[in-house]
């Protein structure tokens, strides 16, 4: 899940690189790469997807600290205009770790295919890494299966290497970290809770939000206006919280209309609406 972040040169975990620099050319895996790494041969090294969490280090799960810690590399994923990616903050606060890390740069074009080529070229130096029996661990913010990069290079890996050994650490996702700052739950009892991916504007303006107790609005930085009018027309009575940037330096959490309109656009933000608000 990951597009451009023209607002903010800090990188949520939605697009990674091959190397450390954030100018790469557009990559092209060539057949005879492909072919090399021997897709269908049996392989003993293991690759896991490491949630690490919205930002803040205290939040990573004592499993996945122990997986970054005994990992061969640890890739962590970073986009094309990013210094320095979320994830790998959060990795480098783990101490002792036995291997080194490195960078995956992963296209956030809203062009798919460019996209897919980062992907491919990215599930190349993954399966060059299992090739030789190491342990490879994915750091992804939040938790690497709920719109993550994760799942596109895990699928691609798994072409490459339909054997290898695939394990996933859940992370704590944004939204858990949200709630948490006003002490609410998201959900109760028989109410339904709804995620939309809100950097799609047409998505906020789906009808399951007149279905939803409770609504998540991710990644709101280019549609944050369109979004709060779409919950004015379908859940004109809910609660809203925004949240940006958790864990993070310049975290920014509010909770009234007139705040949250006067806000600057963030990438690494999002909108929880609550039907009935409880404490």
């Known amino acids: 899940m990951n597009e451009a972040n023209p607002i903010s040169t800090v990188t949520g975990d939605d697009s990674p690189a091959l190397t450390a620099t954030n100018t790469a050319p557009k990559p092209a895996a060539s057949d005879a790469a492909r072919n ?20 803040d280090p205290g939040l990573l799960t004592l499993k996945a600290a122990a997986i970054l810690r005994a990992a061969d590399i ?8 990013s210094t320095l990616s979320v994830s790998a903050r959060v ?10 890390r490195e960078n995956l740069l992963f296209s956030m074009s809203t062009d798919p295919a460019v996209r897919a080529e980062y992907v491919e070229k990215a599930a190349l130096r993954v399966a060059e890494v299992l090739r030789q029996g190491l342990t490879a661990a994915v750091a992804t913010i939040g938790d690497p299966l709920i719109y993550s990069t994760f799942g596109y290079l895990r699928r691609a890996v798994l072409e490459l290497l339909p054997g290898v050994r695939v394990e996933i650490v859940p992370g704590i996702t944004s939204f858990q970290a949200a709630a948490a700052t006003r002490g609410t739950a998201l959900v109760e009892d028989r ?13 906020n303006d789906h009808q ?3 279905h939803a107790d409770t609504a998540v ?4 930085y280019r549609s944050r206006e369109a979004a709060l009018k779409a919950l004015d027309r379908h859940m004109p009575e809910a609660r809203l919280l925004y949240a940006a940037r958790l864990g993070l330096p310049g975290e920014t959490v509010a909770d009234d209309r007139e705040t949250i309109d006067r806000l600057p656009p963030e990438y690494l933000s999002l909108l929880v609406a609550r039907r009935r608000w409880r404490r």
């Open 91 to 100: 990795v480098d606060t783990v101490d002792n770790r036995r291997g080194r």
């Open 217 to 220: 609005l991710l990644k709101t």
């Open 208 to 210: 399951v939000l007149e």
């Open 36 to 55: 090399s790494i021997g897709a269908g041969k049996t392989t003993s090294g293991i690759l896991y997807g490491v949630g690490v969490g919205p930002g």
């Open 74 to 81: 640890i890739f962590d994923i970073v986009g094309p205009q």
């Open 191 to 203: 109410e339904v809770l709804t995620v939309i991916p809100a950097w799609d504007r047409e998505a």
